[in-house]
């Protein structure tokens, strides 16, 4: 793992390939890891990176007086991006839909594309049950290691109130015991997860710094899981809708992390996307 020392604090990351960038992002609770089983099969020729935002799942706690609340997250994300100098950026959405927000803090000129994996977009912050949970969770005094504790229990993770509507099939015990660790033995980690989950949602604001990619000039590929349960399945053909070059596609018998349900056939859309792009340009 790699390191970069933003504002707000230190961001691990994980990078692989030569080529241009592609940033994979993930969701609470979660780290790099999540992209584990689709990075075998995405096309060679690219530089993958994975940070880890300051989610819950990573290990190195950020400066204690960072402002991390969803606005603030979105600029850590537009930061890593600065520290590394990226230049026309494939950003790929999973989960966490804050990212999508660069646009309408002004900060996606480092953004030339994006992958749209179900995500949080519109009034669906915190996302269907799991996020009601993980925000009522928060409020509790110990909820945030409660929590923790309840994923690594596997019927308790497969419920629809935890991770059971995340996947289709369970997510391994061994995988969860890593993205929960940090939270469970750091006392930084669950501060950083705490202010994150302190973030007071209005409806009207999301609904329009989500539209506000209407303005975006890059391509977009909409990638989205038609049954799952968490992310509304409009919303993937919303916002392939407002975005101005986008084009939509579904995975099938996926659920929201559609990476750990259908690696193969993600890392093809994707792979397929990018190949396109770098075909396009080289036309030009």
Known sequence: MRQVRLPAGPIEYAEDGDGPPVVLLHGLFMDETLWDTTMPFLPKGFRYLRPVLPLG????????????????????LADFLDALDLQDTTIVHSDWGGGLFLTAIGRDDR??????????AFENFP????????????????GIALAARQLRIRWLRQTPLLFGW??????ADD???????????????????????????DDDALVRDTEALRGFCG?????????NRVMPPDHGRRLAELLPNARYAEIEDAAVLSMLDQPVEVAREIGGFL???????TRR
């Open 219 to 227: 391509d977009s590929l909409v990638l989205w899981s038609p049954h």
């Open 127 to 142: 996302p269907g049950l799991p996020g009601k949970m993980a925000t009522l969770a928060s409020k509790m005094p110990g």
């Open 57 to 76: 799942g990573h290990r190195v706690p950020m400066n204690p007086d960072a402002d991390l609340e969803l606005n603030d997250m979105v600029h850590v």
């Open 175 to 201: 995988v969860v015991r890593r993205w929960t660790d940090p939270v469970l033995t750091d006392s930084g980690v669950r501060r950083d997860l705490e202010k994150y989950a302190a973030t007071r949602h």
């Open 111 to 120: 953004v030339g594309a994006m992958v749209v994996l179900p995500c949080e």
């Open 275 to 281: 190949r396109s792009r770098v075909e396009a340009q």
């Open 166 to 171: 995340m996947t289709r099939e369970p997510i």
